[in-house]
C-alpha cells in the first residue's frame, strides 16, 4: 500500500506508467469502463484546480482505491488538456502538476529525490555521511530558476563542474524539469477524437473559462498604460508572455524597461506579467526590481528599433506605417497619443 501511495503522488514517474501498463489498461477501458468513472472525473478536477490554483490539488489517498484513481487521473487529465487546445492552458496545467509535486518532494528523504532526479537523467553526486548534494552545472543551468539572484552561478561553490546545491533546491530543480517535460510532451501529441466526445462538455468548459479569463485580464485597467496603442513589438511580447510561449530574455528586459519607461509602478508591471501561466511573483518581482533600478545601481533604458530587430524581436510581419516612420518602440506610443489628441 506505502508503494502504491508513493506511485500516486508521483504520477509522472516511469514507475506508475509501467503499474499501469501492468495492469493492461487500454485507453478505450479508461474512457468508457463506468469502475473508472471516479478517475475521470479526478482528471478534470486536476485540471480545473492547476488553473484556478496553479496545484492540481490534494486527494484523499487511504484506500488502494483512492490511489488508483489518482494515478489513472493523471493520463485522463493530459488527454483531456491536449483536447483543449490552447497553449496557455497546457502550460497553466504542467505548472500545477509541477508545484503540486514539489509540495510533496521537499517532504522526501534525500535518496528518495536522487531517485527522482534519476528519471531526468541528472548527474548528481551525494554524501551521505555529510549530506552534500552535488549536480553538474550543465543540468543545473537546464532546470534551475538561475533568474533569481540565489540561484545565479556566481553564488554557487563549484567543485570540478559541480554545484552544491541543498535538498529542497533539488526538490525545485525537478519542478522545473517536470514542468518542461509536461509541456514538451503535450505539445507533440494531438487530441483523441474519443477523449473530446466523451468529454467534450468538459473540454468546452475548460475552453469558456480560459477565454473569460483571458477577456477579464485584458480590459481590466493597468496603471495609465493604454494597451491599445502598444507598438506592434510590446504587444507581441505581451501577448507571447501571456500566452505562455518561451519569451527571450531580451524580449522580457525589452517589455520591462518600456514599462519602466512610461513610468508604470513595478505592481503595475507585475500585474501583466502574472497573466503568464507559469508567473512566479517572486522571480518576476527580482527580474522588474533589478531592471528598473529598485535593487541595482541602474534604471535600463529600453531599446530601439534596430536594437530590437538585432535581437530578432521585432515581428516585422506586423508592423503598420506608423511603426516604419519610427526607430524607438517609446516614439510610436508617444506618436499614437498624439495621433488621439488631435483627433478630439
Not at 102 to 111: D, M, R
Not at 183 to 211: A, G
Amino acid at each position: 500500500m506505502e508503494e502504491l501511495v508513493t506511485l500516486s503522488k508521483y504520477p509522472f514517474l516511469n514507475e506508475t506508467k509501467q503499474y499501469v501498463k501492468d495492469n493492461n489498461l487500454s485507453v478505450i477501458e479508461l474512457l468508457d469502463d463506468p469502475l473508472y468513472e471516479r478517475a475521470r472525473a479526478i482528471g478534470v478536477e486536476r485540471l480545473e484546480n492547476a488553473f484556478k490554483d496553479r496545484d492540481v490539488g490534494n486527494r484523499s489517498l487511504v484506500s488502494e482505491s483512492d490511489c488508483i484513481m489518482e494515478i489513472l487521473s493523471y493520463p485522463i487529465a493530459r488527454m483531456i488538456a491536449v483536447c483543449v487546445d490552447d497553449n496557455y492552458f497546457i502550460r497553466r496545467y504542467a505548472l500545477g502538476e509541477a508545484v503540486h509535486a514539489y509540495k510533496n518532494l521537499i517532504n522526501e528523504s534525500t535518496n528518495f529525490l536522487l531517485e527522482i532526479a534519476q528519471e531526468f537523467k541528472f548527474n548528481i553526486k551525494y554524501e551521505e555521511e555529510t549530506n552534500k548534494i552535488r549536480i553538474y552545472f550543465k543540468d543545473y543551468l537546464r532546470n534551475a530558476p538561475t533568474h533569481y539572484k540565489e540561484w545565479k552561478m556566481i553564488n554557487r561553490t563549484m567543485e570540478k563542474g559541480f554545484l552544491h546545491i541543498k535538498h529542497k533546491e533539488l526538490a525545485r530543480i525537478i519542478q522545473e524539469a517536470l514542468r518542461t517535460r509536461i509541456n514538451s510532451e503535450l505539445d507533440m501529441r494531438d487530441c483523441n477524437k474519443s477523449v473530446y466526445d466523451i468529454f467534450s462538455s468538459d473540454i468546452k468548459r475548460i475552453q469558456n473559462t480560459v477565454i473569460t479569463y483571458r477577456k477579464k485580464i485584458q480590459v481590466e485597467p493597468i496603471g495609465k498604460l493604454d494597451l491599445k496603442k502598444l507598438p506592434p513589438c510590446m504587444k507581441h511580447i505581451l501577448s507571447s508572455i501571456q500566452a505562455g510561449e518561451n519569451v527571450p530574455h531580451m524580449g522580457r528586459f525589452a517589455l520591462v524597461s518600456f514599462l519602466n519607461s512610461l513610468k508604470l509602478k513595478t505592481n503595475d508591471i507585475l500585474k501583466l506579467l502574472s497573466t503568464a501561466p507559469d508567473y512566479e511573483e517572486e522571480k518576476s518581482r527580482y527580474q522588474v526590481e533589478h531592471i528598473t533600478g529598485s535593487i541595482s545601481s541602474t534604471s535600463y533604458k529600453p531599446p530601439g528599433c534596430e536594437k530590437m530587430r538585432t535581437y530578432g524581436i521585432c515581428p516585422v510581419d506586423q508592423i503598420d506605417n506608423l511603426c516604419r516612420k519610427k526607430r524607438h518602440p517609446l516614439s510610436y506610443y508617444i506618436a499614437k497619443w498624439g495621433e488621439e489628441k488631435s483627433k478630439k
